[in-house]
Structure formats: structure tokens, C-alpha cells
């Protein structure tokens, strides 16, 4: 389900560079356009804060068998290997048969930050990727 902004914009894409950057780690799923949100709760940062703010974008994801990256927009927000200590700090399920659900502290990205960030995106490749992710934790 590829969201407006993909269609019209092309809001979500993955990038050539990035894509070519990753064929040799073996893709095992990526889907571009999809939609997707960032919840933040109690969220604290320099000059920033909320207690419970949604942004609705078009976003990307790619798991491969080194890497798990999420794109808001065109730009990968979250490029992580799988065996960075990080990645087993993100909770990782499977919201609905089509939502993948990513759920962490913000300070493992963002320098004294707290709260928490919930990053949902929607793809027909959910299962497949959460049992993957989940494989590896």
C-alpha cells in the first residue's frame, strides 16, 4: 500500500547509490513508499520536547542479511548491522499482519535525549521481516 506522497512525489524512495551500496549483503525484503509514523512519548532533547507528538510520512525499509535500515522521506534514518549493540535494544513486533512496530529509547540514536519512539511502518512484508528480526534477537 504505496502512500500518496510516493506516487505523486516519489516521497519514500530508495536510492540508487543506496540500493547499489547494498547488493552485496543480500536483500531479503525492502519496500519503499510505504506509510509509515514516528510517535514520540516523554520526549525530552535540547530545545525539543513533547509529551505525545505523531508525524505521518512515506518511508522505506531494507533488511538484509547484515543490515536493517529505515528511510523517512528519501533519507535512512536508522542504517544499523545487525550485530551493533543497538539493534538489540529496539523492541521489534508485529502490530498488525501488515505493521511492523519498532519501539526505543531515543538516546540510542539522539545524544542526551529520553522518552520514547514508536516507528510503525506498513508493509506487505511485515511478517517476513519481523520473523527475521526476531530470529536475530
Known amino acids: ?13 530508495i536510492r540508487e ?6 547488493q552485496g549483503e ?4 525492502s519496500d519503499e513508499g510505504i506509510k509509515s509514523t514516528l510517535t514520540y512519548k516523554n520526549f525530552r ?3 525539543r520536547y513533547s509529551n ?17 535500515i529505515l528511510q523517512q522521506y528519501s ?10 549493540a543497538r539493534f538489540k535494544k529496539i523492541k521489534i513486533s508485529l502490530e498488525t499482519e501488515d505493521t511492523l512496530l519498532f519501539e526505543f529509547e531515543p538516546h540510542l540514536f ?16 511485515a511478517k517476513i521481516i519481523n520473523d527475521r ?5
Open 1 to 13: 500500500m504505496k502512500s500518496w506522497f510516493y506516487k505523486i512525489f516519489g516521497a519514500g524512495k
Open 17 to 22: 547509490t543506496l540500493l547499489n551500496g547494498l
Open 26 to 29: 543480500e536483500i531479503i525484503a
Open 45 to 47: 532533547a535540547p530545545g
Open 52 to 68: 505525545w507528538k505523531r508525524r505521518w510520512f512515506s518511508g522505506a525499509i531494507i533488511l538484509t542479511k547484515k543490515r536493517l
Open 75 to 84: 533519507q535512512p534514518v536508522i542504517n544499523l548491522e545487525l550485530t551493533d
Open 110 to 125: 539522539l545524544e542526551n535525549s529520553t522518552g520514547n519512539i514508536e516507528w510503525r511502518c506498513r508493509t506487505p512484508d
Open 133 to 137: 528480526l526476531q530470529m536475530l534477537k
